[in-house]
């Protein structure tokens, strides 16, 4: 890789002009169009110029901002910080110490896939909006920028922690080297997007359009206004409706969901190096995630029955700073992943965890009845309560007792399911029947630790443990009260005791 | 490796136990009953106007009012006696909560940073607040509430320099 010099001012690379314009141009149109449309339709006019002038003189003004923004925007190096500069009207520049950067990674959508740039992405520490971006740049300046950067927050993390030893900073250049792990073809790609959990793509898809659909109401419901003329109530139309909106639902889902994996996913090349992983893949949108080794916080992998069947696993790679309840663009998720190569990423980065036997704790009968109780006895008694208030047939009630055995079965499943192990280095939860996940993780990579218990569980003398990491909670609930103590004292002693970096 | 030691009695490891933790200083639970009892002085005081002169009738509210007073006064009392904190060689930890306990124990090397808050019935009561920040989200944070101004300043400065050691 070249050596890169960031003591001048520099610009990115000349074709941003163009990725300037088409994302100006993607912003314009997200604010304009809808507002024009809905006020004036189109081919009407606005204080007495026509649209299409308008339209050609928004068209020129967005090529000069886009221009002027080029020509404004310089990223360069002043000692220990790294700055952005930007803006036509409003001048804006990002200070970035080098220590302060969490990762950088790089993704390309598709004009710049069509421009053959790379837009580079800085995440910081810290605040909320911790995502700067470069959106145009060489391929190889990119990478070369990518590792320079990487490079100088490490050195500067050390040199905070150890002044007055500056020479010898320069880390051992470590070998370089490569070890694919997985590449997702075509036919593995469909394979994954078939077995999706269609009712989770469906929900989303469902909560993004129902917001609009409710607009058409009237023409969506017209084939059918026959036979719900001569229905009454709305539960026996709704009964009426719900085979069509059920069948309609699976076909959308799936359709949704194959797209959404083959966009997200395809091409997918998943391997490791010497600095830790790379994980690239997209298909309009390429992104490129590289976590370095020590911002690995944990793995979590997790199946669903039909991936089963294909012995498919998706695998998930907690980092540092990602925020791990939200569905995060930065997350870094591989599916199609089978056994044994999950086996090769955690001997790489957990060789502790194939040592030693593991230990196993499973979580009290506690756990299922809170389960029966919550889902499924208490939604029994609304459903049958408000059936009973419509005066409905008996016909009704009938699958109510079976939700209850099929709910009972299933909480039953579950809590058997929980299973707590250590082999006194790593702890590992697996929680789920149906849905199975599995998590991994390194003891000195926890941060602390919590014990909590309610009166419930201090009856029983039970306590739920929380595991914090830098990278989200995991929890293990319903263990007795004994063997949480000795974990929890456990795992403070291995994180107090621990010299390793764990971020 | 550096550090490998399977066999480790566990009888043998420190232990976060009860003896060893700090109760608040006991001008916090008067400060907290301060705060409740403005906020029911207040919304009595709304409730009665509202009844002498409006349309809203007596018995409606006036039984879970005081019935939701006796309860706040029962857990803040019982529980001010369970709130606590623990300094130990190598970490802290803070434990509350009488129908829901918990407690959370943070090694000091991974501690991020550590502030001390005080808000305007602090000042009155002369106590404040130490918040100890971790890398992951605010779940995992611990606010030590209730003590004496000066001694949180002292505690923030304790805990600032022994984490300052490990970064």
């Not at chain 1, 070369?144 to 905070?160: A, I």
């Not at chain 1, 470590?174 to 075509?186: A, N, Y």
């Not at chain 1, 389960?371 to 059936?387: D, E």
């Amino acid at each position: 890789m070249s050596e890169i010099d960031l003591s001048t001012k520099k610009r990115q690379a000349p074709i941003g002009v163009a990725i300037l314009f088409i994302l100006n141009l993607r912003k314009a149109i997200n604010l304009f169009i809808p507002f024009l449309f809905l006020k004036y339709g189109a081919g009407s006019s606005l204080l007495g110029i026509s649209l299409y002038a308008i339209g050609i003189i928004l068209f020129l003004g967005f090529i000069a901002f886009s221009y002027f923004e080029y020509k404004n925007f310089f990223f360069y190096a002043v000692e220990d910080k790294f700055i952005i500069e930007r803006g036509v009207f409003r001048k804006d520049k990002t200070t970035i110490p080098f220590e302060r950067i969490q990762t950088v990674h790089t993704a390309q959508n598709l004009a710049q896939q069509i421009f053959k740039v790379v837009g580079l992405k800085i995440d910081t520490a810290g605040s909320a909006d911790n995502e700067i971006e470069i959106p145009a740049l060489d391929r190889s300046y990119a990478r070369s920028l990518q590792e320079y950067l990487l490079k100088k927050k490490e050195k500067d993390k050390k040199q905070q922690s150890e002044p007055g030893e500056e020479e010898t900073i320069e880390q051992p250049e470590v070998e370089s080297w490569e070890k694919p792990i997985l590449k997702l073809s075509i036919k593995d790609l469909l394979k994954v997007g078939l077995t999706e959990n269609h009712l989770r793509s469906g929900l989303i898809l469902f909560a993004v359009v129902n917001g609009y659909i409710w607009q058409f109401e009237e023409f969506l419901l017209e084939p059918f206004e026959p036979y719900l003329e001569e229905a009454e109530g709305w539960l026996t139309q709704w009964v009426l409706l719900l085979p069509f909106t059920i069948l309609v639902f699976v076909v959308v889902s799936v359709a949704f969901s194959l797209i959404r994996i083959v966009l997200r996913y395809y091409n997918l090349q998943f391997f490791l190096n010497e600095r830790g992983l790379v994980l690239k893949s997209g298909l309009l949108k390429r992104n490129e995630f590289h976590v370095p080794r020590n911002k690995i916080q944990y793995f979590k992998w997790s199946s669903n029955p039909l991936r089963k069947l294909l012995g498919f696993k998706t695998f998930v790679v907690k980092q540092a700073g990602v925020n791990e309840n939200r569905e995060d663009k930065r997350t870094v998720s591989v599916p199609g992943c089978k056994n044994k190569q999950l086996i090769d990423v955690l001997q790489e980065f957990y060789p502790e965890r194939y040592s030693g036997k593991f230990h196993r704790l499973g979580s009290h009968r506690l756990l299922f009845f809170q389960r029966f109780i919550w889902l499924v006895i208490m939604p029994s008694i609304i459903v049958t309560a408000s059936f009973y208030a419509s005066e409905l047939t008996w016909h009704y009630f009938v699958p109510i007792p079976l939700f209850v055995i099929l709910g009972a079965f299933w909480a039953h499943k579950f809590q058997r399911s929980v299973q707590f192990r250590t082999n006194g280095d790593v702890i590992e939860i697996k929680k789920g029947w149906i849905f199975p996940s599995h998590l991994s993780i390194t003891m000195y990579k926890l941060q602390n630790v919590s014990l909590n218990r309610s009166i419930f569980q201090r009856r029983r003398d039970l306590s739920t443990l929380v595991f914090f990491t830098a990278a989200g909670d995991e929890s293990m609930p319903h263990l007795s009260h004994n063997d949480a103590i000795d974990i929890y004292n456990f795992v403070l002693y291995k994180i107090e005791s621990s010299q390793k970096s764990w971020m | 490796m550096e550090f490998t030691n399977q066999n480790i009695e566990l009888s043998s490891l420190p232990e976060v136990e009860d003896s060893d933790f700090h109760g608040l200083e006991k001008d916090y639970l008067y400060m907290r009953l301060t705060a409740w009892g403005i906020f029911f002085f207040v919304s009595g005081l709304v409730f009665s106007i509202w009844s002498l002169f409006g349309s809203f009738t007596w018995w409606h509210w006036l039984a879970p009012w005081a019935a939701l007073l006796a309860f706040i006064l029962v857990i803040e009392i019982k529980g001010f006696s369970i709130k606590g904190y623990s300094i130990r060689e190598k970490d802290i930890s803070y434990k509350s909560g009488l129908i829901f306990f918990s407690m959370t124990s943070i090694p000091f090397n991974r501690i991020q940073h550590c502030e001390v808050g005080q808000g305007p019935l602090g000042r009155a009561f002369d106590l404040a607040a130490v918040k100890i920040y971790t890398a992951g989200g605010s779940s995992s944070d611990i606010i030590i509430r209730g003590l004496q101004e000066e001694r949180a300043q002292k505690l923030r400065d304790y805990i600032t320099k022994l984490s300052a050691n490990y970064e």
